[in-house]
């Protein structure tokens, strides 16, 4: 019933999940990644149906898993944040943390993920079993092979020296540019993403940690990129000749053309606080530490509310508000609701920051950084990468009114070659 | 119990109107007891556009003192526990559910997953209200603004300041002061 991970592992994805495929196409590359072991989603389903392991299972963990392990879910669909993840598990506890990751599919938060994004209900996950690399004795990141937020070529990422990979991943700790990574791992890391990005064809991620200087990859994911990034990326990869133009214009959305305009920070921007962007768009203004505070000051000029994090004794205060910045929270937490809901930049989980009472900062809520000062360096302009892709659609459908409905033709036209073609 | 001064505890700063309907007063009788509350330093008032009715620090500490005198006078803290680690467990799935509906398009949808989660939190806030009646409220505007949202008026939502997103903060924030557990 167990798999152990190998590049020789031949299972698709619909068998051993999106996670552990990702893990063999690293080690095809020549990647390291901790030795482990895939429990195959059928396992996951007779689970559901039997309401627990067959004993079978059970001895077999027992006798192939050596502990401390990370035990974590993986389907065959991206489910992020929905399921559980145990970390340093013992071979005693194996069972157990097995059963809470089969369990964690069938939450009614996981269910109602599901329906959302129509994921069917019996799909059931797998579940990657890796020995432990200990971020304490190095550090641990996620590493882009181009900048999520612009799409710019060139690694990007964060880091947490001398922590474990879930402190990344969780947010509310600070975490530091890659440029402190020790002498070489930077490289290591920029080498890794280009093999990754020839393999899939797409911009890459990688969860990473390095115990005593060596590099260890524990997951990647292609694409996943939003708003002008995706626009970025698709063409400059049609450009430099790793996928041809019409597969840069299938990968672009029409709705993400609106978010190319979206007030920006230009990329100079110094910055002193950075988070999740939880709400696009740029406001200045002076810092409010209360909500009160907030509701006092906005007499004067705009605000912008900084709060560990916010409730409903904050309504007054997010009201009379610019724009908001949290140190805890995520893109659901009720700041990022609240902000959409009255259309303003926010910025959560910036984590611990010294931004003080009174001082006039900018935020963009795209990028989910804060500056200094009243920055003037706002860019509003699109890349000219979108021009390049509306260019490419227009030798496909000619004139069609606005650029939505004109990348909306385009790939019409695209999707009716595809599925005109002979196999 | 207080109502009004647990009812501001519970919703930040407000103006009158929205005091007096969620404390379930008459307007004039509703700002009499204000006034009265702001002589004894336990309420003030802000001024200006974002400005209303909210506790002062005092407020804020007498509140706390009547939620938990209030909770050791009935027993119910054991149950009132209970039905918090299950809010607890229902909490991330309302604000995806309000994400999704802030970001997705399929309108439908997100809006049949919210009248689901509504039966499932119901029963939840039927627990506490068995001990706590005064938590009945909270069923009441939770499902008067779904049945607006079902009804077309989908601000009631996330938008609103009655919405259900915000009804649902007032909840967690009472339940918080009601055990006196800190943010």
Redesign the interface.
Known sequence: MILPLSPHLDEPAEMIGGKARGLVTMMRLGLAVPAGWVIPVDVCRAYLTDGRLSGGLVAELAAAVRGPVSVRSGASVSMPGMMSTLLDVSGEDLGKAVEAVFASWDTPRARTYRVLHDIPHGLGTAVTIQTMVYGERGGSGVAFSRDPNTGEPGLYGEVLLGRRGDAVVSGGSVTEPLSVLPPGIGEELSEALGRLEGHYRDACHVEFTFEDGRLWFLQVRPGGLAGRAAIRVAVDLAEEGTIDRRTALLRVEPSTLASARTPRLAATTEIVARGVGACPGVASGRVATTSDGAVRMAADGPVILVRPETSPLDMHGLAAAAGVVTARGGPTCHAAVVARSMGKPAVVGVGSHDLAEGQLVTIDGTAGVVAPGSVASVVTDADPQLGTLLGWAAELAGEAGDEVALLTAARAVLQRERENAPE | MNTLLHTLR?????TLDRIAKIAALPEPEAESELIDLAVAGLVTR?P?????W?LTDRGKEAASKQAAAELDATGARPRVLLAFDEFL??N??L??????W???S?AA??LA?FA??DR?ASAVIADVAAVLPRFGRYRERLSAALKLALDGRTEYL??E?E?Y??IW??L??DLLVTLGIP?
């Open positions: 519970c919703i930040g700063f407000a802000l200006g556009e974002f400005g209303g909210g467990v229902l991330p799935e604000l995806d559910l309000c994400t999704a802030q970001v997705r399929d949808k997100v997953l689901d989660f499932r996330t938008d300041m919405s997103h915000a903060f007032q967690h924030e943010r």
